[in-house]
């Protein structure tokens, strides 16, 4: 067990809706990371935050938003869905913002859009 | 841009077994380079990371790995295989700065262990 938590764990959805993944970091981490794994795409860096402001980003869908609260839980929106965002959506997070903090991962929310 | 290539989709080995994981990266500078392991339905553990010194570093499960600034590789390493240590793994590679934390992924390694 990492201390990362993910929920939910499935989320089964159609086309065109709209859905949030939340994450909460390990106690102490005040980095988030958000990473989505696909057969096609492999696993992608979409977004990091650190102590609330966005710190890097990756190929993130504009129609993808994520953000990072006071008590340093984060979410990540999908809207619009499509077939392709299928997907296993991980949260990892760090004690710092630099890649030398070791990346800690959640479990994960695996994403089905019918 | 940086990218990590991992050359084996797929890797089959005994039991007893050593074995031995190729990477390799593209990037200008020394890169942040780390190893990860995913076991089915789990997220993804750190094995071992190189940021700079000693070019050989030793990480958990009795696995190491090898840096090589010549060949651009960071090949995972271990002298016996267990059956436990079926699952896939991946390479990833940091550039710091303004990147901060951002790790880019290799396409990853599927281990299978026959007894």
């Known amino acids: 067990d990492s201390g990362v938590t993910q929920t939910p764990k499935h989320l089964i959805t159609a086309t065109g809706q709209r859905v949030t993944l939340r994450c909460s970091p390990r106690?102490?981490?005040?980095?988030v990371y958000w990473y989505q794994q696909s057969l096609d795409q492999g696993l992608q860096f979409l977004i990091q935050?650190?102590?609330?402001?966005?710190?890097a980003k990756g190929n993130i869908l504009e129609r993808f938003s994520a953000q990072q609260f006071p008590d340093l839980h984060s979410e990540l929106n999908l809207s619009s869905l499509e077939l392709g965002d299928s997907a296993l959506y991980f949260c990892?997070?760090?004690?710092?913002?630099?890649?030398?903090?070791?990346?800690?991962f959640g479990p994960g929310t695996r994403l089905t859009v019918l | 841009a940086q990218s990590v290539t991992q050359p084996d989709i797929h890797i089959t080995v005994s039991e007893g077994a050593s074995l031995e994981l190729r990477c390799n990266y593209s990037?200008?500078?020394?890169?942040?380079l780390f190893w990860y392991v995913q076991s089915p339905g789990q997220g993804l553990q750190l094995l071992l990371k190189?940021?700079?010194?000693?070019?050989l570093v030793q990480g958990i499960k009795g696995f190491e790995a090898e840096f090589k600034r010549s060949q651009s590789s960071f090949n995972l390493r271990k002298p016996s295989v267990h059956w436990s240590d079926a699952a896939e793994y991946f390479c990833?590679?940091?550039?710091?700065?303004?990147?901060?934390?951002?790790?880019?992924f290799g396409q990853g390694t599927i281990l299978t262990v026959h007894p």
């Open positions: 935050y650190y102590n609330g402001e966005e710190r």
């Open positions: 990892a997070s760090s004690v710092g913002a630099r890649a030398t903090d070791t990346q800690y």
């Open positions: 990037y200008g500078a020394t890169p942040y």
């Open positions: 190189y940021f700079s010194g000693d070019t």
């Open positions: 990833a590679v940091g550039q710091g700065g303004t990147s901060y934390g951002k790790l880019t």
């Open positions: 106690s102490g981490d005040l980095s």
